[in-house]
């Protein structure tokens, strides 16, 4: 294809024309006369002004479009606008075109077609500072037609005028067809269009091919001075490889991940300050714990102590009892020996005198002695009668007020009927028939008449009949038992009622303990687990789940946990413990060992690669923990919230708000009272106001329970204090008592004794031998009171150490006492087992020693307090805000103040820790796994397999440009060029690097650059890299990584010239490159770039035009001429260049068409313009120019002969 024709609307300084060109065309004219414009409007035709393309006015080594140094560069809108030198020809907004016409030359099957370009610019002023911007740009192919001026400039009645760039496509359509009009919004896709045209395609070409075509076509046309083989090869002949995006990417991604990693560091340093912070809260709760128990076992240990004592003087004081009662009996037993003295006496006596008389008085004395001891005993029962029945008549009246109460006959039916009140009146008014002054009975001289006594005795005995039928009542056997014995029944059940209500009065108050505790009550197989798998697996930290859930919406809270159920209660651990976690709880002794353990990295797993639906109830919800989250998306993320029961009853597993649920083809009610709500603070205050009404319905059952069980106990105990009465039997004993007493009194009375005395010398014997056991008596009284002074101290002693006892009792109370108010503090202090502990401790106990311990437990507790301290403090120093921890004022007291406050520092801390260890730095590590993933794939793909892989296509893109110069042959010599290459050292273990990365077959699928097992080079050259992406003066860095990324310069490069039967030459030794020795060879290579580029190789239909800015400016004559030859004849291309009007005179006769441009001053102001650009357009006859140039060189020989001449004539 050749470009016939090609259109300039508004472009520089040009005018509006159109162009026809032949095989070789000439640019011609004075510095500055717009030249190199038209040939940038044919540049940007070809490159679409694409980024990294196009290059404006190449000649003048503008290679970049970016300023440098204030300077300005050519842009596509200042061309529109008509700039020159910083003014411009067209102030008001403009719309440009360019439109350049192909046709396929001999041979080719392509058709004609028109590539336009479009563009709107206006002036953007700021101050004095004036921009053209580009407004708009369009891109066209009009496939089958030429378009021309006419196209583009219309007239009408008003004038000449050109199209607005809006009405260009609705016109085009309108004159051809929408068929052939083909618009473009992107430069890249009319590029790919333009270069398929090019190649008679139909279609687009690929965009590497299109990019690669418009650089060749932009390269050969700007100028750059050879400098070096090796450059020239690198600049000039290998596509440059733009890696510096990926490059940036990769260190910024780098650089992100080493940054995670200092972050990940530092939150596995705070975790593990906060796993120390908490020991030690830990160890300080641990340690005041053992300090108050310690302090309840000495207490406990000085009540024991105390209580020996008093047993020991218990014993002492029955020893001394003992000790007096055989005293007493000794001296009862001189008393017997006297009475036989007496009686010896008295026979003697009787002896002496022979009186029948005496030993009448003796008998009846005896008797009368019998009677009066008699008369004692039966006083002494009778006493304890009279006092049995005022018992049992005090106990009855306290009965008869119990009964009497309606409440009490309701709970007690067997009590409620006539027969009770009845009886239990009768008792209580029998007091008005006892006995007054019971006690004159057993008196010598009692005066009192039998006959009164006789009428008393019937009324005692209707008293007695009562108070009988009183306890048969109560203890006679029926067909149920005794009353008595249903009465101890009932107390048991309302025993085993009271005591069931203390137990869940007391459960309730743990349960309110640990939920102001901010704590949630297990139920206990998941505590007891807990326990066991903390025991056995001291690094597994277990958890329960409903710790770390919170539910977002109140209004779902019932619904959600009530279906979960007990799956709340499920225990997370490490992952690494999770199978010896199982192990604990199946080892577990008994039945109970049904606690859950999560599977935390097979969740996390099937987690990563499931989709929650948008109603799922996981979004209702809020994690203070990473295993929970995913246990629960992995579980239940399926589970959706659905706003009615019909929408319910078509959704696989799904809740209502309500409380409705369904899954496993089946509907129920899953809703849950507030008591026992466990997901989040919200929740646990709606828990414990729950928890507290209960505790006042229970604390009400409680007192009823104990009130009727304190009534019901007490009347048992008031039954069980009745007694049988023999109160008559024991009245008419003594009656008969005194009868006979009166009797013998009589008989005595009657008996006279004055008439006999003998005997008086044996009686004065006995009498002596009576005062000697007097005198033993006396002893022993002495005796027998010093053992009463003894049991007198004895009694004082116990009595003081009653007292103590009841003071260690208090003190015992309060040590108790303050265990339970640690309990209610720290709820995971068991009181009832370390009660029962110290107890057994207390036995044993070396109260000097455990005084020592103490001591010990006191610093210990001290140092904990200054430790946690410490390293809560060094915490907050490098933490975030939101998870600084206060540490409580410390007054200097270790009480139960502070204990409360390390209570709650020691949950302050363990909820930081659980964020930071289980949130966050399980976010951090998948975020960093993840990122370490995409800066693998950036590195390997990106950046190895990149420069990998432009290694191997600028190898072939060598070899292929050798092959295509074994068919240049240039010169009579038929010179031709090939390229060779060797490694340069240093990239050489970086290209085996890449080599190596890109052919390791697990990287990317099974590990990463960061786990990946390389040889001890390539692990060199990555750390290197790692290096430089990761060095703080980013500059420096880039351009080590940037010359690094560029695959041209892995390799040395050399052109040889050959030319039959010579050596080749390099040539990079050829010349210096100041002269034209290497700007053949340049083009040769170029030429052979350009039509490797253009794809000669393939189809017939091809892209056969170049344009050359400057061209030859370092070549003679001759050789350029050879040159423009080998271009035009030997490859067949049509040629656009550009020379300056001194310098072309040579080529006339080779020339085709020739453009000369003449810039003028102009008459008129044109924008901001004094001047004005000409264009001479002209059609050379190359025969008729051919002549006049060999006479003109004839001419300028025959001259310079006649010079040579004269100059030796004259010599």
Same mark, same amino acid.
């Given at each position: !294809? ?5 259109v ?12 026809d060109? *032949? ?14 414009? &038209? ?7 070809m ?21 440098r140094?204030?300077k300005?560069v ?8 008509g ?15 360019l ?20 563009? =709107? ?7 004095s ?5 580009q ?9 089958g ?8 400039v219309?007239?009408?009645?008003a ?20 068929? @052939?009009i ?7 896709a009319?590029?790919r ?10 279609d ?14 932009s390269?050969f ?6 400098? *070096?083989?090796?450059?020239? /090869? ?8 733009d890696?510096?995006?990926?490059v ?12 995670m990693?200092r ?13 120390r912070?908490?020991g ?22 000085e ?34 020996q006297? $009475?036989?003295l ?30 009066d ?5 039966q ?6 009668q009279d +006092?049995i029945?005022?018992?049992?008549i ?6 008869s ?8 006959k ?35 001289d009692f ?13 005692i ?26 009465l101890?029944?009932?107390q048991h ?5 009271y ?20 704590q ?7 505590e @007891? &687990?807990?326990?066991v ?20 919406d ?9 279906y979960?159920?007990?799956a ?28 859950r ?7 996390a ?16 919800l ?13 579980s ?10 019909e929408?319910l009853r ?29 997901f989040?603070? &919200? ?21 009823q329970?104990n009130?009727q069980?304190? +009534?019901?106990?007490y ?5 069980? %204090? ?11 004993? /003594? ?15 009657q008996?006279?004794?004055n008439?006999?005395q ?18 033993q ?6 005796k027998?009171?010093?053992? %009463?002074s ?8 116990l ?10 009792q208090?003190r ?8 339970? $108010? ?35 437990? $006191? =610093?210990?507790?001290?140092a904990?307090e =200054? ?9 907050? +120093? ?7 921890i206060?540490?409580?004022s ?10 409360r406050?390390i209570?709650l520092?020691?949950r302050d ?5 659980n ?5 966050i730095? /399980?976010e ?13 794939? &950036? ?12 290694l191997?296509?600028g190898? @072939?893109?060598i ?20 390229f ?29 650059l960061?786990?990946?097992?390389l ?12 290096? !430089?992406?990761?060095h ?7 351009r080590?990584? $940037?010359?690094?990324?560029?695959y041209r310069?892995?390799?040395r ?7 039959e039967?010579?050596e080749?030459?390099?040539l ?9 020795q ?16 253009f794809?000669?190789a393939?189809?017939n239909?091809?892209?056969? !035009?170049?344009? /050359? ?25 049509q040629?656009l ?5 001194s310098?072309?005179g ?5 020339i085709s ?6 810039k003028v001053?102009?008459? +008129? ?8 650009v ?5 059609q050379?006859?190359?025969e =008729?120019?051919?002549t ?8 300028v020989?025959h001259q310079?002969?006649?010079?040579f ?7």
């Open positions: !294809m050749f470009l016939k024709q090609f300039y609307i508004n472009w520089g300084n040009i005018p509006n024309l159109e162009f060109f *032949g095989p070789v065309n000439l640019f011609s004219g004075g510095n500055g006369s717009g030249k190199t414009t &038209a040939a940038d409007a044919i540049q940007t035709v490159t679409a002004a694409h980024e990294n393309l196009f290059q404006y006015n190449p000649g003048q080594d503008e290679t970049t479009q970016r300023g140094g204030g300005r050519r842009t596509l809108s200042s061309y529109v606008l700039c020159d030198d910083g003014s411009y020809a067209r102030l008001d907004p403009t719309d440009g075109y439109a350049a016409v192909f046709h396929p030359t001999q041979g080719e099957g392509g058709e004609p077609f028109t590539a336009v370009i479009a563009v =709107r610019a206006y002036l953007d002023t700021t101050g500072n004036t921009v053209a911007r407004d708009d740009a369009q891109f066209f192919i009009i496939t037609e030429s378009l021309g001026l006419s196209h583009f219309r007239e009408d009645s004038g000449r005028f050109v199209v607005p760039l809006p009405d260009l496509q609705t016109l085009l359509i309108a004159e051809f067809g929408k068929r @052939r083909e618009k473009y919004e992107t430069k890249k009319y590029l269009r333009l270069y398929g045209a090019l190649r008679g395609k139909s687009a070409v690929a965009e590497a091919e299109a990019i690669a075509a418009a650089r060749a076509f390269r046309m700007s100028y750059k001075p050879i400098k *070096g083989i090796n450059r020239f /090869v690198a600049d000039e002949i290998l596509e440059q490889k890696l510096g995006e990926a940036r990417s990769v260190s910024s991604q780098l650089k992100t991940i080493h940054g990693e972050d990940a560091a530092n939150l596995v340093e705070s975790i593990e300050i906060l796993q912070a908490k030690h809260t830990q160890h300080y709760i641990e340690q005041w714990s053992e300090l108050n128990v310690l302090d309840y076992t000495l207490a406990q240990a009540y024991l102590l105390r209580q020996d004592d008093y047993l020991r003087g218990k014993r002492e004081q029955q020893t001394q009892q003992q000790t007096q009662r055989e005293t007493e009996g000794e001296i009862a037993a001189i008393v017997v006297s $009475e036989q007496h009686d010896q006496l008295i026979s003697l006596e009787a002896q002496r005198q022979g009186i029948e008389a005496l030993r009448e008085k003796d008998t009846l004395e005896r008797e009368r002695s019998q009677l001891t008699q008369l004692v005993q006083a002494k029962q009778l006493l304890a +006092q029945v005022s018992e049992n005090q106990v009855s009246r306290e009965m007020e119990l009964l009497a109460t309606q409440q009490f309701a709970d007690l039916p067997l009590l409620n009927h006539l027969e009770v009140d009845a009886l239990v009146k009768e008792v209580v008014a029998s007091e008005r028939a006892m006995i007054p002054e019971l006690h004159n009975l057993v008196q010598r005066s009192g008449e039998i006959p009164a006594l006789s009428r008393g005795l019937e009324q005995q209707s008293v007695q009949q009562v108070h009988n039928r009183w306890h048969a009542f109560w203890h006679t056997q029926g067909d149920e038992g005794s009353v008595r014995n249903q101890a029944a009932t059940a309302r025993r085993s009622r005591q069931q209500l203390t137990d869940q009065r007391r459960h309730k108050q743990q349960e309110i303990e640990r939920l102001n505790a901010n949630v009550t297990y139920p206990p197989f998941v @007891r &687990a807990v326990k798998i903390a025991q056995q697996c001291p690094g597994a930290d277990p958890r329960v789940l409903c710790d770390h859930v919170e539910v977002k109140p209004r779902w809270q019932s619904a959600i946990e009530g979960l159920g007990g709340r209660y499920a225990i997370l651990v490490e992952a690494e413990y999770e199978a010896a976690a199982i192990r604990a709880v199946r080892g577990m002794a008994g039945r109970d060992n049904r606690a353990v999560i599977q935390g990295d097979k969740a797993k099937d987690t990563a690669r499931s989709e929650l639906h948008p109603d799922s109830i996981i979004h209702a809020e994690f203070t923990h990473a295993v929970a989250k995913a246990y629960l998306t992995a239940y993320g399926s589970v959706l919230r659905v706003g009615s029961a929408t078509m959704t696989r597993r799904g809740i209502t708000e309500d409380g409705m649920a369904s899954g496993g083809y089946s509907m129920w009610r899953c809703d849950l009272a507030d008591a026992d709500l466990v989040g603070v &919200a929740a646990r205050e709606r828990a414990l106001h729950a928890k507290l009404e209960e505790l006042s319905l229970i604390e009400v059952e409680w007192n329970a009130d069980l304190q +009534q019901i106990t009347l048992l105990q008031s039954v069980d %204090r009745l007694k049988e009465s023999c109160y008559a039997e024991g009245l008419k004993h /003594v009656m008969d008592t005194h009868l006979q007493i009166h009797r013998v009194d009589s008989l005595l009375k008996l006279d004794l008439e006999h003998d005997l008086e010398a044996q009686l004065q014997q006995l009498k002596q031998e009576q005062r000697g056991l007097e005198e008596k006396g002893l022993l009284n002495q027998l009171g010093e053992t %009463r003894s049991l007198e101290v004895i009694h004082k002693q009595k003081a150490l009653s007292d103590l006892q009841e003071q260690n208090s015992l109370e309060e040590r108790e006492a303050a265990l339970n $108010e640690l309990a209610a503090v720290w709820p995971e202090f068991n009181t009832e087992s370390r009660l029962q502990i110290a107890d057994e401790e207390a036995r044993d106990l070396d109260i000097q020693i455990a005084k020592n311990f103490r001591h010990e437990l $006191e =610093r210990n507790l001290h904990a =200054r430790r946690a301290e410490e390293e809560v403090k060094a915490h907050n +120093q490098h933490c975030r805000p939101a998870d600084t206060i540490y409580p410390f007054s200097g007291d270790y009480d139960a103040a502070l204990f406050q209570c520092l020691q801390i363990d909820r930081v820790y964020i930071l260890k289980n949130n730095l /399980v951090k590590h998948q975020q960093l796994n993840e990122l370490k993933g995409a800066f693998n794939n &950036a590195f390997v793909t990106h950046l190895c397999h990149t420069i990998h892989q432009a191997n296509d190898k @072939r893109q070899e292929q440009l050798n092959r295509e110069l074994q068919h240049h042959h240039f010169g009579a010599d038929r010179e031709t060029f090939r060779d290459s060797d490694w340069i050292p240093e990239y050489r273990d970086y290209a085996r690097f890449f080599q190596e990365v890109v052919k390791n077959p697990v990287l990317t699928d099974e590990a990463t960061f786990e990946v097992e040889s001890a080079k390539s692990r060199k050259v990555l750390d290197e890299l790692m290096a !430089m992406l990761l703080e003066d980013e500059q420096h860095a880039m080590d990584l $940037e010359r690094i990324a560029d310069n892995y390799r490069y050399e052109i040889y010239k050959e030319v039967g010579k080749p030459i390099p990079s030794e050829y010349g210096t490159g100041s002269g034209g290497l700007e053949t060879p340049a083009y040769i290579i170029r030429s052979a770039a350009i039509t490797s580029a794809r000669f393939e189809g239909t091809h892209l056969r !035009m170049v344009l /050359v800015d400057e061209a030859f400016s370092k070549m003679d004559e001759t050789r350029s001429r050879e040159v423009i030859s080998y271009l035009t004849e030997r490859l067949g291309l040629l260049f550009i020379m300056p009007t310098k072309c040579p080529f006339m006769d080779l068409h020739e453009f000369v441009f003449a001053p102009s008459p +008129q102001l044109r924008g901001q313009l004094h001047t004005r000409l264009v001479d357009r002209k050379c006859n190359q =008729r120019i051919k006049l140039w060999a006479n003109h060189r004839r001419n020989f310079a002969e006649l010079d001449m004269e100059e030796f004539a004259v010599s």
